[in-house]
């Protein structure tokens, strides 16, 4: 068999899982990766194997696609559903955008299906705080060809299948598998509660930090066109943990249990992704995702919560959880439930509105009430005697008239609250006379 038929039959059993269509499997054979110059062999709907004779490619494409013509029943041309059709085009532009604004959280690759990638980079803030982001910059435009299929990506890809029987040892790869496995396995350690919480020791959980390792190298190790099983790298992972008792150092046995991992994954579990990527819809896409986060977050929750210290007013060093209990214990916290509830009640009986009417003008935003407060007068004084109130005071507490030093910044703090005071219940009253005036005259009646 020549080069050039075993490239053609590579390429035809790489796009075998796209679609159940036998039209759709002619289509990309026979126009995205133009191989059909060749001796192509490929399989009708009834396995029915189609030979081009021919020196000419009309020929041979002519007769692959009227071998896998779809039957006619009473005129009605048989309908095949698609499992996998081809993916919507994606710009360049649109991805570089991405790359820009949001590409350290990934969102880039999640434009281009990428999601795996981008849950990584989310994680490590671009690859460790934008190095790998970084890295990026003239990666996209292959990564936009991979997405949309390109027939010159493909042809390439489909010629690296015929040169490496299996992917060849990538640097950046294989460092990458192993800083994602140490970050998960490292994250992980630290959300174990190192005290007893409920009369429960949970140091036995420890034993479950191989697992997150080789979750992180095998995450990127299933990045693109590669693939690889999970549980290679985590039989690595696992024969390589029980180094923490020879170790003392957990940084460096959590290292060389992420190193080992990695290395059972590239040497034993490694291979090409030979099928076409799923395209999943944006519902099954959202949950994983999200369960994916969600189990982050939920780590650096137990982090903070079980592990996490704060200083208190002595200098001593309080658990989180221990002055969570305080708190929801405090009278400010229970003054709080109760506040809650009564307005709830409030709600029940007068209506949300008047309930978020009553809620903002009590927030005061307009430093009414205060100002009120300040000069000493009522809500319905008039504005001779507001003019009246702050006259007398500014007087009375004129910074001028301290004679103690230590007693003058504060009396000349007083001095600026009442100016201010003064100031916003004249602009209030102002606008509230124009208001009116201006309502007058639109209801004024012109005989």
């Known amino acids: 068999m020549s080069e050039s038929t075993r490239l053609a039959l590579t390429a035809a059993a790489y796009c075998d899982s796209r679609t159940k269509n036998p039209l759709n499997k ?5 126009l995205n990766l133009g191989y059909c110059g060749a001796n192509i062999s490929t399989m009708a709907p009834k396995e029915t194997v189609v030979t081009n004779n021919n020196n000419g490619k009309g020929s041979a494409c002519e007769s692959l696609t009227n071998s896998a013509s779809p039957a006619k029943a009473n005129g009605q041309v048989k309908s095949y559903r698609e499992e996998n059709a081809l993916p919507g085009k994606k710009s360049v532009v649109i991805a570089y955008v991405l790359w820009l604004v949001g590409g350290i959280f990934g969102l880039h690759h999640l434009y281009l299906h990428r999601d795996r990638h981008a849950f990584v980079w989310w994680c490590s803030l671009g690859g460790y705080l934008g190095i790998g982001w970084f890295s990026e910059l003239f990666l996209i435009p292959e990564y936009v060809r991979d997405a949309n299929e390109d027939p010159q990506f493909l042809k390439v890809f489909v010629a690296k299948l015929q040169a490496y029987p299996r992917p060849p040892y990538s640097a950046k790869r294989f460092l990458g598998q192993i800083m994602i496995g140490y970050l998960f396995g490292q994250l992980f350690s630290s959300a174990i509660p190192q005290a007893i919480t409920a009369g429960i020791d949970f140091g036995w959980l420890h034993w479950f930090i191989p697992i997150f390792v080789s979750l992180g190298v095998w995450t990127v190790g299933n990045i693109g066109r590669e693939r690889g099983v999970l549980w290679h790298c985590l039989i690595g992972a696992m024969i390589a943990y029980p180094s923490r008792y020879f170790i003392y150092d957990e940084t460096y046995s959590l290292l060389l249990t992420s190193l080992v991992s990695a ?70 916290w229970t003054d709080l439930k109760q506040a809650l509830y009564d307005t ?102 012109e005989l």
């Open 26 to 30: 002619v289509r990309l054979i026979k």
């Open 263 to 332: 290395l059972v994954f590239d040497t034993f579990s490694k291979h090409w992704r030979r099928t076409p990527p799923r395209r999943r819809g944006p519902t099954e896409r959202t949950l994983k995702l999200g369960a994916a986060i969600c189990i982050y977050f939920s780590l650096w929750g137990s982090v903070v919560l079980f592990n996490g210290t704060i200083r208190d007013d002595d200098g001593g060093e309080v658990p989180i959880h221990e002055a969570l209990q305080n708190f929801l214990a405090s009278a400010w």
């Open 344 to 445: 709830y009640t409030y709600a029940q009986h007068h209506g949300w509105y008047e309930t978020w009417r009553e809620v903002f003008e009590s927030m005061d935003v307009d430093g009414e009430r205060n100002a009120y407060k300040v000069l000493g007068v009522s809500a319905t004084a008039s504005q001779a005697d507001i003019t009246a109130a702050y006259r007398k005071l500014s007087k009375e507490n004129h910074p001028d008239k301290v004679k103690d030093e230590a007693l003058r910044p504060a009396a000349h703090q007083r001095f600026i609250e009442i100016q201010q005071a003064y100031s916003v219940l004249s602009k209030i009253k102002s606008s509230r006379r124009r208001k009116n005036k201006q309502f007058k005259a639109d209801d004024a009646i």
